[in-house]
């Protein structure tokens, strides 16, 4: 029998995610005598014992550990034997320069769920029950290391049978930084006009009462404030999208299970496991006939709705289906527009007045606000729309080590990141930097970000576009800091990012598939429609779609039909009224658009697909003025015929997409006739088909096969499908964002790439 010490260092998500209580399990389990202890690095581990109930004990941990940990690195060294007298958990030691990932917000777990239905449990319809293995983690961190003091939860003194669990080592709630009780921890309460209504479980059930009577509540949840409504109740909706001033932007909804979103929707396997993950977020499903009122109330002209679980033991008392309750809930972020999600009790009351009815508060402060994530499945794969509760702050694992850069992102659905050893910390979804609010919310998520991760950038990579807020920062923080800036090409950005997240680590290139609305090109031009040869450090732009102009610049992207009149002049077809972006215009208002497409007024140049989706929307009469982003082509997609594969002529000459031939072959079958179902369809085949041609012409001059696929047109879902299908069928290996979204929520990532291979 040989005796030994072995010290074990793990890093990766091993806070918060009940690790201590596993090794200590584990321990007892093998007889072996130590400590573990959270670092600020990680968790160390000292074992001391038998050498084969060490190799078990480390085997195991490497095998199977804990389910919500994720291990980035387990290095084992041997010490000679020195025993200890016992296994004990010691307290948490921080050094300065260390860092640790730290783990998102996780739903409510099986065990909990059950304890809060449970009549004899101590937390019997407890809002805040929550263990080891769930609850709130990222919101309510301050500091790290993730123990009690550094969260919100400081102010809560532990009552004696928390205090009891909490010290339990075989207990659920062992170390479980938030453990709360009816006793000791949060609670809610209603108000309305500043006056409380009810507290703990009456709250909760006048906010029952009020959805049910068709009024519009303000909720505090985990990452900040829903509001909620029925979500068959027409005039609700009415009024939510009245008083949010949105007409017809989709709302998210949730219902008490899976059962009851299967009444309304097709759930896939992968889908449900979505749904049901410890991530709970919203996935866009396709709805089932019944669902037609719903689909006209919260996602009218879309062909799917976006569905979520309760995730918070809050969201399950609120929706449990008793006493006649709707069994589907509107549940939207509560925000004046564009601005970001309200998080603090004040603020709301301040910012939400003419939004909510009443208002379901509670105590326990969020420190950092987050949005609910958004997923969709494509290719029988989660493919990510928005990364935010859940999700984020976890990094993106790179392929190889970096150095500490900050990429400021883009200027819609900005994120930014942060980079460190091999680790990208992409943050959670901020929202559009367009307002002050949503600026201020970026810099204060950026300082918390780089305290808690330790990073210190000593470059910062931005867009090209001078005047995107992200790239102010960054121009801002060069001045005040010193620090070096690295301006990188929008589509470049994309394309790396994909890169990145497929663990691309070699400095060959691919090829760039950059689909999307709007892009600063060097040539001064906007670009949006880019077939680039990409590497980390450099690209080429092999194609790009033709230039038309913006008639109008921004004012193109809110009005299609202006995007329309565009594509026609370009291609040289008649302006007849017969068209319907024509036969929408007012005769005034074409002629300033034909006045500043021939003189160039107010006209920039663009090889936008985004736009080119926005003017075959408005030429087939679906849309003509947006009201939120990417409504023209969304809508465009969703009527598409998915049982029409053909395709319109469309040429590539030298290094242009000629897409003249395509739109007189659409102005054709509109004037044959031809339902808007099927053109849509044929355009959608189209540029898949186009786009694969292009790659192939590629593939001839460089013998490059592999496509990353990124840009927001890529959230189309039956332009991706045929194009995986068709690049397959070619013998491409098509990437796509499976961790990022492909929208500008990943160009930070792809802007860190850049700077980092740049730099060197
Ligand atoms: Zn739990
Ligand atoms: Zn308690
Ligand atoms: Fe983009």
Redesign the pocket.
């Given at each position: 029998m040989s005796l030994q010490n072995c010290i074990i260092q793990v890093t990766g998500i091993v806070q918060g995610v009940g690790f201590r209580p596993f090794v200590y399990n584990l321990a007892l389990q093998k007889s072996l005598t130590g400590w573990v202890r959270n670092t600020s690095h990680g968790v160390d581990i000292e074992i001391s014992g038998e050498t084969s109930q060490i190799e078990q004990f480390t085997a195991h941990l490497k095998q199977f550990p804990p389910p919500l940990a994720q291990i980035h690195n387990l290095s084992i060294s041997f010490t000679p034997y020195n025993p200890y007298s016992k296994f004990e958990i010691y307290f948490s030691r921080d050094s300065e320069t260390d860092f640790l990932p730290i783990s998102p917000d996780i739903s409510i777990c099986k065990d909990c769920a059950k304890e809060l239905f449970d009549p004899i449990n101590q937390r019997y319809r407890y809002p805040f029950i929550n263990c080891t293995n769930c609850g709130p983690r990222f919101t309510i961190t301050n500091h790290i290391p993730y123990d009690r003091p550094n969260t919100s939860m400081v102010n809560f003194q532990?009552?004696e049978?928390?205090e009891k669990e909490y010290h339990d080592p075989v207990n659920r709630r062992f170390h479980a930084q938030p453990i709360?009780?009816p006793?000791?921890?949060p609670k809610v309460w209603f108000e309305a006009n500043g006056v409380t209504l009810g507290e703990k479980e009456k709250a909760i059930q006048i906010a029952r009462q009020w959805l049910k009577d068709g009024k519009i509540l303000a909720i505090k949840g985990l990452g900040g404030f829903h509001l909620a409504c029925d979500a068959q109740n027409k005039t609700a909706i009415d009024t939510l999208r009245q008083r949010k001033n949105r007409s017809d932007k989709p709302f998210a909804l949730m219902a008490f299970d899976i059962a009851t979103i299967k009444k309304y929707c097709e759930i896939s396997d992968v889908a449900e496991t979505l749904l049901t993950s410890s991530q709970s977020p919203i996935v866009l499903l396709k709805p089932k006939p019944i669902s037609g009122v719903l689909l006209n109330l919260c996602a009218p002209h879309q062909n799917h709705l976006g569905f979520f679980l309760p995730y918070t033991p809050l969201h399950l008392l609120l929706l449990e289906p008793e006493n006649e309750i709707p069994e589907i809930w509107v549940m939207t972020s509560a925000n004046m527009s564009e601005e970001p999600i309200a998080y603090q009790n004040e603020q709301a009351i301040d910012q939400l007045g003419i939004l909510a009815d009443g208002y379901l508060m509670h105590d326990r402060p969020i420190t950092m606000r987050i949005d609910d994530s958004v997923f969709s499945v494509i290719d029988n794969l989660p493919y990510p729309i928005r990364r935010a509760r859940g999700f984020a702050p976890n990094p993106v694992l790179l392929p190889f080590d970096t150095s500490p850069i900050l990429g400021t992102g883009a200027l819609l659905k900005n994120t930014f990141c942060l980079s460190r050893d091999r680790y990208a910390f992409v943050s959670h979804y901020i929202g559009d930097l367009e307002n002050f609010e949503t600026l201020q919310s970026y810099q204060s998520a950026i300082n918390h970000y780089e305290n808690l991760f330790r990073i210190k950038p000593n470059v910062i990579a931005c867009d090209m576009h001078p005047d995107y807020l992200s790239t102010r920062y960054a121009y801002d923080r060069h001045a005040q800091e010193k620090i070096p800036f690295i301006e990188v090409q929008h589509h470049h950005a994309h394309i790396a990012a994909n890169m990145a997240e497929n663990q691309w680590d070699s400095k060959e290139s691919v090829i760039g598939l950059s689909y999307d609305g709007t892009g600063f090109g060097p040539d001064g031009n906007i670009w949006g429609g880019e077939i680039l040869i990409a590497s980390y450090q450099s690209f080429e732009r092999r194609f790009q779609f033709n230039y038309v102009t913006m008639p109008g610049g921004d004012l193109a992207i809110k009005f299609p039909a202006r995007m329309a009149i565009s594509h026609l002049i370009s291609a040289g077809i008649e302006l007849e009224s017969c068209l319907p972006p024509i036969n929408f215009l007012t005769s005034h208002e074409l002629e300033i658009i034909q006045h500043q497409i021939n003189n160039g007024i107010n006209a920039p140049m663009t090889s936008s697909i985004g736009r080119l989706f926005d003017a075959v929307s408005s030429l087939i009469g679906q849309r003509h003025i947006i009201n939120y982003e990417g409504q023209a082509a969304i809508e465009l997609e969703a009527i598409a015929d998915e049982k029409e594969f053909n395709t319109y002529p469309i040429e590539i000459y030298r290094n242009v997409i000629n897409i003249k031939s395509l739109m007189k072959a659409i102005v054709n079958d509109l004037k044959k006739g031809e339902k808007p179902s099927t053109i849509s369809a044929k355009f959608h085949n189209t540029i898949s088909d186009v786009s694969v041609q292009a790659c192939q012409i590629i593939k001839i001059e460089t013998g490059i096969k592999h496509v990353a696929l990124s840009g927001g047109v890529w959230q189309n879902k039956f332009l991706t499908s045929r194009t995986l299908d068709k690049l397959r069928q070619f013998g491409f290996v098509p990437l796509i964002h499976q961790i990022l979204p492909p929208n500008d929520s990943c160009i930070s990532l792809g802007q860190v790439m850049v700077a980092l291979h740049q730099n060197n």
């Open positions: 532990m009552c049978f928390c709360a009780c006793n000791c921890g």
